[in-house]
Each structure stands twice: as structure tokens, then as C-alpha cells.
């Protein structure tokens, strides 16, 4: 049973566009939500997490929107640029933070074009 | 220089081989992971450790063993790999629970291909 599940699998967009990325997750022991950006040939490194307490997060062009009752949680990008152009993965782990073992979605790649 | 390091970072190998894959980190660290990535199936957990003397396994454990040889370091062995082992293989280091504001970091990743 997939834990997290992450839509769509990949997504293009125009710059300044406004991809958006959904997952859903089923335990909800689940208090810890990052999002990793990955690009080829490299390791996914953490683009922005939040905590159930809140509803949603921004740092800046990167917004999480958080849904607790939906057991939902989703991805925005304002004014994507061409450098967005990667691969997201989301995810969900036990115990608040991000020092214990996460739970992947299967990623979505996303490409922005100029 | 990075702080999380896999050796080696490509790896072409034959049915029945056995493969160590190394990882080494300066952060200073306890916990340690070693995740396996398979195109459109995301990340998935084969073990993790959380400090030297102790050692988990993941969603994913079958085929493989680890190694935690100190606070830094964390190997990942094939004992007779497999065709279907081949994929890309990331180590991730993570705080212990007094500092839970942190994260995890992960490596540059191991790419490994089974004859």
C-alpha cells in the first residue's frame, strides 16, 4: 500500500505559470511534510516542509498548502522560472521532523519553458 | 568539500557479484539512511541507523546488509546482486532528537547497473 501518493507525474508550464503538485497520505501518525527538489545527477535536497499545526507555509516563490482533515498537501511555485525545471518528490515522516525515515511520493517531474 | 559522500558513483557489475557501496559524512551526524530510487517508484527506505550500534531495516531490506563502522560512515552490500538491484542508490544523514529542527541531506548518489 503506497503510503504517499503523489499526482501528477510530470508537468509542463510556461514561465511565470503556476504549477501546483497534490499528495495525499494515508498514517496519520504523519506530522512532518518536506518537499525535496531533485536535478539530474544529483542527491534531493529539502525545498520546504511543514507541521500539521499550520495550514500552509511560504518561503519565497515556494508555498505548501496543507489540508489536516483532506489528509492532503500540495506544492505551489509562483512565477515558475526554467531553473524550477526538475524533479519534486514529497513526503511524510514520524516524529516532527526530518531525522527519521521519510516516505516518498513517486515524484513528478516538472519542466518550465521559456 | 560536500558533506555527504558516496563512493563509487558508478558501478556496472554481473549477476552474483558482491557490491559494497560506501558512505561518509561530515556533519557530524547520528542517524544515517540509505534509500534506493527506481525511475516513476520515487525513494524508498532499505535501512537506516540510528546511531553505531544500531540498525533497522527499511521498506525494501531483502538482498541487501549494512554496515554502520562509525558515527560517519555507512555501507550498503549486495551479497550476490541481481539484475533488479539495478538502480540509483542515495545515502541521507539526519540530526537525533535534540535537534529536531533539521532535516535530512542526502548524497550525490551511487549508480548502479546489474549484468
Known amino acids: 500500500q503506497q503510503q504517499v501518493k503523489q499526482s501528477p507525474q510530470s508537468l509542463i508550464v510556461q514561465k511565470g505559470g503556476i504549477p501546483i503538485i497534490n499528495c495525499a497520505y494515508e498514517n496519520t501518525a504523519f506530522d512532518y511534510f518536506p518537499w525535496y527538489q531533485q536535478f539530474p545527477g544529483k542527491g534531493p535536497a529539502l525545498l520546504i516542509a511543514?507541521?500539521?499545526?499550520?495550514s500552509e507555509k511560504k518561503e519565497g516563490r515556494f508555498t505548501i498548502s496543507f489540508n489536516k482533515s483532506a489528509k492532503q498537501f500540495s506544492l505551489h511555485i509562483m512565477d515558475s522560472q526554467p531553473g524550477d525545471s526538475a524533479t519534486y518528490f514529497c513526503a511524510a515522516s514520524i516524529g516532527g521532523a526530518g531525522n527519521t525515515p521519510l516516505v516518498f511520493g513517486k515524484g513528478t517531474r516538472l519542466s518550465v519553458i521559456a | 568539500d560536500a558533506d555527504v559522500t558516496q563512493t563509487p558513483r558508478n558501478r556496472i557489475t554481473k549477476t552474483g557479484k558482491r557490491i559494497m557501496l560506501e558512505c561518509s559524512q561530515t556533519k557530524g551526524h547520528d542517524r544515517m539512511y540509505w534509500y534506493r530510487q527506481d525511475p516513476g517508484l520515487g525513494l524508498r527506505l532499505i535501512y537506516y541507523?540510528?546511531?553505531?550500534?544500531?540498525?533497522n531495516k527499511g521498506e525494501i531490506s531483502d538482498g541487501y546488509s549494512v554496515s554502520r563502522q562509525a558515527q560517519a560512515k555507512f555501507s550498503l552490500s549486495l551479497e550476490s546482486a541481481i539484475p533488479n538491484q539495478t538502480a540509483l542508490y542515495f545515502c541521507?544523514?539526519?540530526?537525533?532528537?535534540?535537534?529536531?529542527?533539521?532535516?535530512?541531506?542526502f548524497g550525490p548518489g551511487t549508480r548502479l547497473t546489474v549484468l
Open positions: 541521507a544523514t539526519g540530526p537525533g532528537l535534540l535537534r529536531n529542527t533539521d532535516t535530512q541531506y
Open positions: 511543514i507541521r500539521p499545526d499550520v
Open positions: 541507523s540510528f546511531d553505531v550500534k544500531d540498525i
